[in-house]
């Protein structure tokens, strides 16, 4: 990241630190406003505030991240290859990483707190026909259990949320997938979102609903959510960014000779 800085610097890119906490598309250049105060303005802008993976909130989820608790079960799964995984959810999330986590892990156990999924149809039946998954039932996660020293996540310690009943799960990687929170409540209002909060864009393209404004990354993508294809549309962005400008500045030219 920091030689990708370097070269963006040394073709003239300036950069600011500052957060943005206020945006106004109204009228043209843009305006953006900083928490320091500064006003920043612009013809195009281009959106990649990302995506953040949700979590369960516990002080043993935080303090094992990285050391068998992971939210993205294709960055870290190949990690785990030949060990015994958990997944923790009941979406398409939680199913999709549980059915991946099979081309590593020869036992995989999807732990969810209700007695149904809210997967697609087609998931479930994947995931209720795959031998090397076991589902359990009504169940959350207390604690992520620390083996101490260089150990890592060893166990989960669950609840049965009928009956109330405490049980282990001995374990070695332990993977969240309770969904993502897409970076765009300081969007709304101002563009169109989908049913998700993702940005929404032209398909094929990173056209926002705003003409000039772009949005690439995972803040408009929740299928892929890789580094990979968030650099991609990145590439994409710029380039329609660059052709906006390009179209905008020929019909001032055209504007001007009539």
């Known amino acids: 990241m920091e030689q990708m800085q370097k070269q963006a610097e040394h073709v003239g890119t300036t950069l600011m630190y500052d957060t943005v906490?206020?945006?106004?598309?109204?009228?043209?250049p843009f305006r953006l406003v900083g928490?320091?105060?500064d006003i920043y303005e612009g013809d195009v802008l281009i959106i990649a505030t990302g995506a953040q993976a949700k979590w369960l909130g516990l002080d043993s989820e935080d303090a094992l991240k990285g050391k068998g608790v992971s939210?993205?079960?294709?960055?870290?799964?190949?990690?785990?290859?030949?060990?015994?995984?958990a997944v923790i959810g009941g979406g398409n999330t939680?199913?999709?990483?549980?059915l991946y986590l099979t081309n590593h892990s020869p036992d995989v156990t999807l732990i969810h707190r209700r007695d149904s999924?809210?997967?697609?149809?087609?998931?479930?039946e994947r995931?209720?026909?795959h031998k090397g998954i076991t589902v359990l039932w009504n169940k959350e996660v207390a604690e992520f259990v620390d083996g101490g020293g260089t150990a890592g996540l060893v166990a989960l310690e669950l609840i049965d949320t009928v009956t109330g009943e405490r049980s282990r799960l001995e374990?070695?990687?332990?993977?969240v997938a309770i969904g993502h929170h897409p970076a765009t409540e300081l969007f709304r209002g101002h563009l169109k979102l989908d049913a998700d909060h993702y940005i929404w864009v032209e398909t094929g393209s990173t056209r926002t609903s705003v003409p000039g404004v772009f949005a690439c990354g995972d803040v408009m993508d929740k299928v892929y959510r890789q580094a990979v294809t968030a650099a991609g549309t990145g590439c994409m962005a710029a380039l329609d960014a660059e052709r906006f400008l390009a179209e905008a500045e020929?019909?001032?030219?055209?504007?001007?000779?009539?």
């Open 94 to 98: 939680a199913v999709e990483e549980a």
């Open 21 to 28: 906490v206020e945006v106004d598309f109204s009228q043209r």
């Open 35 to 37: 928490d320091s105060g």
């Open 71 to 85: 939210a993205c079960a294709t960055c870290d799964g190949f990690f785990y290859r030949g060990k015994k995984v």
């Open 117 to 124: 999924f809210r997967a697609e149809k087609i998931l479930q």
């Open 250 to 258: 020929f019909e001032m030219v055209a504007e001007a000779a009539e």
């Open 171 to 175: 374990t070695e990687g332990g993977f």
């Open 127 to 129: 995931l209720f026909a």
